[in-house]
């Protein structure tokens, strides 16, 4: 089966119309820094959470997080790979500075972590409809694109999105996406009228979550195509989680994913997917990656890689977090230069609704895996963009590149 994922759109940027949305207002906001308690260093892509609210978000990659609620709240919850979950009392009047510490975890003496890689996996798989929600959902997103030429920031875009998914009993469900609010700011040099578009860029949310759709790798005829082998147990939310590495082992028409699967050793779902596309064919990997370029540019592929992280909450598992990264070489054909392009897209679920708040998204508003944030965006300059939002904290990195593109305008 060919792997449904994201692919990039190398031509002009344009700009067209802003969208707007509503939201309750968040009063209320909780900053800080999350590190490394044993050597200080910054933990990116944190999981924060407010406990009894579905409230959240992750730390960028400098370690930042900032958290709003409508509600004053009392507790954060921070949780990673490999760390042992933190729950420390809010402190809305000064910077949160939160350390975690490595997860330790000792083996009952009659317990063998061991068995059939391929067994456990067909396990999880089966018991997706049990630990994935029956009932339909409506999620509140943040998503943002960033593309960068060599080590440049040249083109910012971010949305709030609306997610609606159907029950995961129901494969052909009316899982859709709409834009609500969205921003874009691109560098106006001449030099950078190559870019980079990730076509159905909010879309990854519904495309990419390869628990529900079983596209890629999560299904026998895939599977076929894979050595499977079981690593060395990892902890997560303080749960152990069995660990299965994928090696592609057929020659195939397309390029395939070589793969790492996290499950949850005592339910069974899904935890983490981190997935990297095989770039030992460049032909068969450009397949995948590329939509359109300017016929005189040639096009080499490096790395596209797909992380889905899952936050379970009671007895249902629900995806929380996803990041796609593209890289790639371009250079013109009748030119010398050989520029390195990084395109990034990253999507981490904000607020849930249930119940009678799950209102479908009628397909008129959905937004289409053919269609780039970039096209229905326009620029912006207002510093409260995002004040009723809970978004991704911009790195120090991506706040210095947003204030030379304003001035660059």
Not at 50 to 65: H, Q
Not at 89 to 106: I, K, N
């Amino acid at each position: 089966m060919k792997p449904r994922v994201h692919t990039l759109l190398v031509l002009c940027l344009l700009a067209c119309s802003l969208a707007y949305g509503q939201t309750d207002t968040l009063r209320y906001t909780v900053r800080g820094s999350v590190r490394d308690g044993a050597n200080g260093r910054p933990l990116g892509y944190v999981s924060v959470t407010l406990p009894g609210t579905n409230y959240a978000t992750i730390t960028n990659a400098d370690g930042s997080f900032v958290i709003k609620s409508d509600l004053p709240p009392r507790f954060v919850t921070f949780s990673l790979l490999g760390y042992k979950v933190l729950t420390a009392p809010a402190d809305r009047e000064q910077m949160m500075r939160v350390s975690l510490t490595r997860g330790e975890y000792t083996l009952e003496a009659a317990r063998v972590i061991s068995g059939d890689p391929l067994t456990i996996l067909r396990e999880a798989i089966y018991k997706i409809p049990d630990n994935c929600p029956s009932e339909p959902e409506l999620f509140e997103c943040f998503y943002r694109e960033t593309a960068q030429k060599r080590q440049r920031f040249i083109y910012v875009s971010e949305a709030v999105t609306k997610m609606y998914k159907s029950s995961f009993r129901n494969l052909f469900g009316r899982d859709r996406i709409a834009v609500e609010k969205s921003r874009l700011l691109t560098s106006p040099r001449r030099s950078d009228t190559l870019a980079v578009k990730v076509v159905g860029g909010p879309t990854q949310a519904v495309d990419l979550d390869i628990v529900k759709s079983r596209s890629v790798i999560l299904n026998e005829e895939d599977l076929e195509n894979y050595m499977l082998e079981l690593m060395d147990p990892v902890m997560i939310d303080d749960r152990l989680q069995f660990v299965i590495k994928l090696t592609p082992t057929l020659v195939s028409d397309y390029a395939q994913q070589h793969g790492v699967i996290y499950i949850d050793q005592e339910t069974m779902s899904f935890t983490r997917i981190e997935l990297s596309l095989d770039m030992s064919s460049p032909e068969k990997a450009t397949r995948v990656m590329l939509v359109h370029k300017p016929a005189d540019i040639r096009f080499k592929p490096k790395e596209m890689s797909l992380l889905l992280n899952y936050k379970r909450e009671g007895d249902k598992s629900r995806l929380s977090y996803v990041r796609t990264i593209f890289r790639f070489n371009c250079d013109a054909r009748r030119r010398l230069w050989n520029t390195e392009f990084t395109a990034i897209a990253e999507m981490v679920v904000t607020n849930r609704f249930s119940g009678t708040a799950a209102v479908p998204i009628e397909r008129k508003e959905s937004f289409r895996s053919s269609e780039s944030l970039a096209d229905k965006t326009r620029v912006y300059a207002d510093p409260d963009f995002w004040k009723d939002y809970n978004i991704i904290e911009p790195t120090e990195s991506l706040e210095h590149a947003l204030g030379r593109l304003k001035k660059e305008e």
